[in-house]
Every structure is written in C-alpha cells, then in structure tokens.
C-alpha cells in the first residue's frame, strides 16, 4: 500500500543519467476533468492484463446498481490504484475465474517498518487470506487489508466466498470503497478523498492520479488498421530478432553487434553481441531502404511526429514509440524506442540484462510515436 516509483531503464543516449534525474524531479496533483468517463477499452492496454481489464469494467458497470448514487468511477481509476500497489499483479498468473496466483500479500504489519507501516495491525482473519494468525498484511493485487475486504464482503460475492486474491472481487470490492455512500468522483475534492482513505498519503493521491491521467491517454481506443507491405516487412525483420540479447550501444543496419562501454548499470556493450533499442530500429527499418540515426531521440525527428496526447489508438503498426521522462516535452529527451506492431504491443530491447521482446507499449513515460512509412 506505499506508492512505488516505478523506473524503465531504455537504451543508449549519451544524455540518459541527466535525462533520469529529470524525471524524478517532484510530482505535481493533477485532477483532470472526469465528467466524461474514459470509455471501456478493446484489448490490451499498456500491459495491463486482459483478464484485469475485464474485471475494472465489470466493477464499474456494477456500480449502476451497487451504488447507483456514485458518479464519474471509471476503469482508469482502478486500474491506477492496481498499477501502484502490485503493478497489475505483475509475476503472478491470472485465471479465467480470476483467481490470482500465487496469492499477492504485502508485508506483514507488525510495527516493524516494513513498508512503512509503524504501527501495528493485530490479526483480524484468523489468517485466512494473509497466512498469518498474529497480525495483518494487505492482500491482492488492490492490497486491500482483510478486516476492509470483509466488510464489503458480502455485497461483492453475496452467496459467500468473496476472496481478495480474486481480481473480480477485489475489483468491485474497489469500485465500492471508492464509490463510499455515492460519491461524486468529477468533483476533484471527492476524488481526494476515495482514494486518500485507500492510503492517507498525499503523495500516494499524487501516484494513483498520473497513472490514472496515463491510462486515459493510453486506453483512448481505436482500431488497428492492418499492417501496410512495407510495415510488415519492418515488423518482420524486428521479430525475427526476439530472444537476442541486449547489448548497450549494439546493432546497426546489417544486424546484432557488440556495443560501447558503458551502460548506466555497468554492463559492457563491447562483450555483448546483441541490439539497443535503437540499433534494432536501423535494423529493421534499413531492411525496407529506410536509414534512421542512431539514437532514439534523433529518430522521433523522423517521419510524421504522433503526440501522446494521441494515445495509443493513433499509432498504426509499423511506427516507432518513444518514451521520455515524464513530463518532458522535448524529444531530445527520449530514452528508449521500440516497434509498434498493433494491439498495444511492441517489439523492443528494453534494457541490459534483457533481450529483444514483444511486450505491452509501456504507460510510464509514453512519449509518442513517429510514422515514417
């Protein structure tokens, strides 16, 4: 239940150390108008789950009759709170019941610090859902602590066997506590509110409302067009390089290579025979006669330039994606690039110690995309 300050390490830019201290620079509240609702998304958005997906909307859709007072409760909210308190129950397997496994317990809650918690929190479920008869922890992929889950139980599941570690459950047993006794969630005081009680710390509000602002900018929807001749082509050269290792500063148009000395976490390129993430874009755009620079900032100059404020729905397979820290508006900023390839997802080489990989386009720090077929 304490916010987490999640970190993408990219691929070689001269200026990365400079570029990562700017993004940690302090967080500013946002409260952005919700009197429309971000409609439901179709797919995979920014590598949250389908299977998660699937249970925010179903929660919120509940919420017309479990609290039909509650207003402006919406998939992003919930997916925020998941997104700081387990990274969409990251490491762990989701089955189509819903069912989380293994179970997700936060640290146990015995005055000790960990997590932060100072205070202790005596056993209130005989150590049903947390495993331990003495104290406390928070549970799910919402760490919700048991006594709060039990309480709203009943309306969750009302023929018995509610369960945190279910992310049907747990979401609407979410969707209810923020709802409260029909709440106004447009009304940014109220919105404050919901979510300062999930944890009483301002800067846990600040975390859970940039993702929320990143998820409505990600999950903004549209519908893959199919993959021009030439797109596909690229896409195809990017793929058939998946599984080959990262190497900082590797790959150029001919294919994978050693890199330079060194990364930011100390791994030598020049005993690496691999790609950075934009030595794989040389290659697989050189293979349709396209010659990109080297760097990742450089090739966002490239082509027609797609903002963020776009989302995700405005990319069409084929087109680069840039990350850069959050809140930067300068392409000179951009760490790290990868391929988009449709549904949400990308081929990159997203850091030393990876590979190359098909995966979800990162919510943290999206910067936009760049078209240049």
Known sequence: MIPKRLRRWGCSGLTLLLLLAVALIGVVTIFEDTATQ????VGNVAGIPQRMLE????????MSTLSPDCRGLDWTLLAALAQVESTQAQGHQIAADGLITPPIIGPILDGHGAGGNTTPVYDTDGGRWDGNSTY???VGALQFLPSTFAGLAAKVRPEGGANPNNIDDEAMAAALYLCGNGRDLTDPGQLFAAIYQYNASTAYVDEVLKWRQQFQTLGAGGTDVPASERAQRVIDAARSQIGVPYSWGGGDEQGKSTGVCCSEGGQDGRLVVGFD????????FAQVGVHLPRLASDQAGVGTRIPASAGVGALQPGDMVFFAPDGSRSDSAIYHVGLYIGGGQMIAAPKPGDHVKQQAV????????????
């Open 55 to 62: 249970a925010y909307n179903r929660a919120v859709a509940a």
């Open 277 to 284: 993430c934009s030595g794989l874009m040389l290659y697989a």
């Open 38 to 41: 971000t409609p439901a998304p």
């Open 136 to 138: 406390d922890a928070a």
């Open 362 to 373: 990162w919510s943290y720090n999206y910067a936009g995309g760049a078209r240049v077929l």
